[in-house]
């Protein structure tokens, strides 16, 4: 599937509101279809933390459904998949708990973000468990992918793992390219 923004609509009253968060059949009608096993959270305190560019390689590919509970993130994903016509290329959207977006990463595809606000916390479900065996990620600066990291001037809050992570032209992706489009969000 390529990747999907998604805005759940929420049914307000005095109380404040409600929304379906994930509802098979009307997400598979959206084009997410994947079968999710686990759901993870986060929490970053610093504005302009930057978890990324992570995946998990076969058999244990994810594909990811990401939402901001707190504040405000940046969320990127890119195209990892070999011999896809947009291999490299990159889509990005702002996630925000006060109108509740949520990005569909489906696997094959890279995913980081940067927080905008301190005191982000982030939720995704995912394809498939944890397996640190198949952890893999890239560069999240790498020049070849150019992503306009909205970052502070010195730079973003990284973990010793993100500090560390491979170049794409380095990388062989095990992921095959299923002829999906990366649209219809639009391709940077
Ligand atoms: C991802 C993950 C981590 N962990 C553990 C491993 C480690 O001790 C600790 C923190 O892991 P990380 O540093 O990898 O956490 P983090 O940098 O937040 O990694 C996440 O980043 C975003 C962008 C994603 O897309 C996720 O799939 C995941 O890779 O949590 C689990 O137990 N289960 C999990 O599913």
């Not at 490299?88 to 927080?115: D, S």
Request: aromatic letters at 12%.
């Amino acid at each position: 599937m390529p990747v999907v923004l998604i805005t759940p609509r929420r049914f307000a009253d005095s109380r404040g509101w409600f929304a379906e968060t994930y509802q098979r059949d009307r997400y598979r009608a959206a084009g997410i279809d994947a079968d999710f096993v686990q759901d993870n959270q986060s929490f970053s305190k610093p504005a302009g933390t930057l978890r990324g560019l992570h995946f998990q390689t076969p058999p244990h590919a994810q594909a990811k459904l990401v939402r901001c509970l707190a504040g405000r993130i940046w969320d990127v994903a890119v195209d990892l998949r070999a011999g896809s016509p947009t291999f490299g290329r990159w889509v990005a959207a702002e996630l925000t708990a006060e109108r509740g977006e949520q990005l569909y990463v489906p696997a094959g595809f890279g995913h980081g973000f940067i927080t905008l606000e301190p005191d982000c916390a982030v939720a995704y479900k995912t394809s498939d468990f944890y397996a640190p065996d198949c952890d893999g990620g890239i560069a999240w600066d790498d020049p070849d992918l150019g992503i306009p990291w909205p970052a502070p001037a010195d730079g973003p809050l990284l973990s010793d793992k993100d500090q560390k992570l491979p170049r794409l032209k380095d990388f062989a992706s095990p992921f095959a390219y299923d002829g999906r489009p990366l649209t219809p969000l639009e391709a940077q």
